[in-house]
């Protein structure tokens, strides 16, 4: 069975260039444009690897971090954290929540840090 990323990120492109990458590389990809319903999804999709966008409206990717983190059954899953934003605009990210890759990034990028978070597909 392949392992699974969950791609959290609300922009349609990137979400999609995202996916299209992670499942020629054959990992079962799905992809949510919010943190709420990432969250609320987690149980039913059970992801190995979460891609998450750092800068999305209503709940940003620190704040469902924090959430992610709190919660025993997900404090370990590995993240992947993407943004746009500048060092200076940067957030305090934790090394412990997982990976940082700026965008725009390459598919060189995104499938070196899944392969060494989780491993191949």
Same mark, same amino acid.
């Given at each position: ?46 992801? !190995?690897?979460?891609? $998450?966008?750092?800068?999305?409206? #209503? ?6 971090? =924090? @959430? %992610?983190? &709190? +919660? ?24 412990? !929540?997982?990976?940082? $890759?700026?965008?725009?990034?390459? #598919? ?6 899944? =392969? @060494? %978070?989780? &491993? +191949?597909?």
């Amino acid at each position: 069975m392949s392992k699974r990323v969950l791609v959290v990120d609300d922009h349609p492109l990137l979400r999609d260039v995202q996916v299209l990458l992670l499942r020629e590389a054959g990992y079962a990809a799905t992809a949510l444009s919010g943190a709420r319903e990432a969250l609320a999804r987690l149980p039913e999709l059970r992801p !190995d690897l979460i891609v $998450l966008d750092l800068s999305m409206p #209503d709940m940003n990717g620190q704040q469902f971090l =924090r @959430r %992610l983190r &709190g +919660d025993e059954v997900w404090s370990r899953l590995p993240v992947i954290v993407a943004t746009g934003l500048t060092a200076e605009e940067m957030p305090p990210i934790d090394e412990r !929540d997982g990976d940082l $890759l700026m965008k725009p990034f390459t #598919d060189v990028a995104l499938l070196s840090s899944v =392969r @060494r %978070l989780i &491993g +191949d597909a």
